[in-house]
Structures are given as C-alpha cells and as structure tokens.
C-alpha cells in the first residue's frame, strides 16, 4: 500500500525508514551515504529531512506486513523562478520487496502526485549503469546528461558517474483516467448520491463479518466504500487520483489506500474475501478489463466474491465527466473473461441508476 507520509512522523516510521536507508546503503545503493551506516544516524537523518522540509515537500511510503518497505520524496526547487519544478529523491525499496514493481509503482505514483500539485518539471540523478538508471528510462524520463566522478560508492574509495535525468509532466493524470482533474466536482455528486448503495449493501451481506474487501476505483470512498464499512467490513481502497485518495485517507483515517492505477496495484500481493469495482471498469481499456479482471480472481479467497458495474451492451460512447472513451465489453465477453479467470457467475441485476452489475465467486475448492 502507497501512501503519503503524514507529518510529523511518528517515532515507528522513522525507525521504519532509517531501517529501509541502512538497508539500502549494505546493498551498495548510491544514496548519499557510506558504509557503514549506524542505524541512530540514518534516524538522525530522516527526522532532519522530514523537519525541514518545504509544507510542499511530498514525502510517499510504501507499507507491508514488517512496515515501510519503500519510499520516495519529492522537493519543491527553491528558486523563486522555478515554482513549476520539483527534485525527485531518495526511491527506496528493501531487499525484501525487490524486484516486485515497487519502485515503479512509486514512482507513479509520485510523479501523478506531483501533477495534482502544480508541478509541470521534475529531476533527478542515478548512479550510471544501476537499476535506477534503466528504471528511469523504462518509466519515460529523458537522459539531460552523464557527470563523470560526481560521488563515491559506499566504499567510500570509488568513484562513480551520475545520470541526469528530466519529465516534462504535460499530459495530465493519465494514471486516474482522467479523475484528477474533475476530482472535486465528481466527489461532491457523489456525496449526495445514494445510487448504488442498497445493492452494495446487499451484495455484502455474502461476506462474512469482518472480511476484506478490495475496493478498485473508490473515490473519496463516498457512498459505497462507506457503506461497506457500515456493514462491518475491512476496506482496502485503490484510487489512482491522487486528491480522491487524499479525500478517502482524510475521512478514513484508519482503512488502508493505495493510490495508484487498479490494474498495477500492489494490493493484488495480498488476498481478500471480496473485490468491488463499482464504477471503474468500463474506463479502462479492453485488455487491462481483462486482466484486472484475471488478478482480482487470483486474489480472492476461497468463495470469496467480485462484484463490478458495467453496461450488459458492447459499446462505447465519451465519460460525461472526463470526455475519455469508455468501454462496454458486453455480457457475453464479461462472462467469458469471468469463466477464462476461474471464477463462476452468480448473478447479474441492475441497481436503480440503472447500473448494470456483474456479481461472480470463487469455487470455494481450490485455488485460481
């Protein structure tokens, strides 16, 4: 789960990422620090760094089961003539959770975060030939130029090049699909608005007391997470727009959110007695339909159960909020990709918005 750091951190976060820095500096990350790094000094650090920090300073982290497993920072420039352009700093991931995605899923979600904040031109620096570096290019950034000896390894003996790297944030949030920029707006209707609720209620009354539930695409959580909540029910939210997941955090305190794309979340490492996507699915394109569809039946438990808004019809016609086409697969297709990901069809029925829903299981013998 990604999320903004609130400030001031408490004492087990910092602990957390003084813990995730040591780590970083044994494996021989170029992060600023030499071996070996005492963990009272990487403490020492973050709390500096958190204290003095611009009020516009994001600071995001990723969290697991043992703490924060990640994290990145972005810092406002502090020239009067630059307030379109943020630094990018200090992407940490352990050893634990390498090579799972974090880094890019950080990354996303920073530079969507940087978009919601104002900022159009981010930077950053790698050590040549490392991870990062391919990381960076991969993710779209574009190389402004190589320093030769600009740092010493943690050896503190050999010296190694940096990478400069730039993104131009001109394409607006392409990771919420559109809903950053109508976030405020799309939050208030929804407020007011009860469509949806009863049949959500209803659905949930098919988990047990106290299960999970993955909710793909909750908004400010407004009303359907919240009545899941009602219900007695753990809610774990996605939502790729950042303001919506500042809103959700902000009357949810405790229940976790990921702010990130549904489809990349790095809650699909973990399982649940349900998966809700009210709303969402017919604003992603075809394949990626299909393949959340493929990871929420993976991670259901045993008779665990999915439940998603989409019109019966295969069409496509513009969002009437964000202008973006959106896509109907039709119920033939949505039944075929239900069964191709080993789930069952319970029912199919409509609320009194006219919303079509698509309820299906997961046998409860076995695993998908």
């Known amino acids: 789960m990604i999320e903004r750091l ?6 087990a976060d910092i602990r957390d990422l003084a813990r995730l820095l040591v780590d970083a500096v044994e494996s021989g990350a170029a992060v600023s620090f030499l071996a070996p790094l005492p963990l009272e000094r990487a403490e020492a650090w973050w709390r500096r ?5 611009d009020p516009r300073a994001i600071f995001l982290v990723a969290r697991d089961t043992e703490g924060i497993a990640g994290t990145v920072q972005l810092h406002p420039a502090w020239a009067p003539n630059q307030p379109h ?29 940087a978009r919601a904040a104002g900022f159009t031109l981010l930077t950053l620096d790698a050590k040549r030939g490392e991870a990062a570096e391919r ?10 130029g190589t320093i030769p000896r600009y740092a010493l390894d943690t050896d503190g003996r050999t010296p190694h090049a940096a990478v400069i790297f730039y993104k131009e944030l001109t ?9 950053e920029a109508v976030a405020r707006e799309f939050a208030e209707h929804r407020a007011k608005s009860t469509i949806g609720v009863a049949t959500v209620r209803a659905w949930a009354q098919s988990i ?13 959580g407004v009303p359907i997470s919240e009545a899941l909540m009602d219900e007695g029910l753990a809610v774990y939210g996605v939502e790729a727009a950042p303001s919506l997941a500042a809103a959700f955090r902000s009357r949810f305190p405790t229940a976790p959110i990921a702010c990130e794309a549904a489809e990349e979340s790095a809650l699909f490492g973990r399982t649940f007695d349900g998966a809700l996507a009210w709303g969402l699915m017919f604003l992603l394109p075809a394949d990626t339909q299909r393949h959340v569809i493929h990871r929420v039946a993976r991670a259901l438990n045993s008779g665990g159960r999915f439940l998603f808004t989409a019109p019966a019809q295969a069409f496509t016609w513009p969002d009437i909020s964000t202008g973006r086409t959106s896509v109907s697969l039709g119920a033939d297709t949505y039944k075929a990709v239900i069964a191709e990901a080993g789930l069952v069809l319970v029912s199919e029925y409509d609320d009194e918005g006219d919303n079509h829903y698509f309820d299906a299981a997961r046998p409860a013998t076995g695993r998908v």
């Open 6 to 11: 609130h400030l001031p951190a408490g004492d």
């Open 49 to 53: 760094t958190l204290s003095a920090s």
């Open 85 to 113: 352009r943020a630094e990018i700093a200090k992407l940490l991931v352990h050893r634990r959770t390498r090579r799972a995605g974090l880094g890019t899923q950080l990354m996303r979600t920073v530079e969507d975060a």
């Open 135 to 144: 990381l960076y290019r991969r993710l779209g950034w574009t190389h402004a």
């Open 171 to 179: 394409g607006g949030m392409e990771r919420s699909t559109g809903w």
């Open 208 to 220: 047990p007391k106290g299960g999970s539930i993955l909710d793909l695409g909750c908004g400010s």
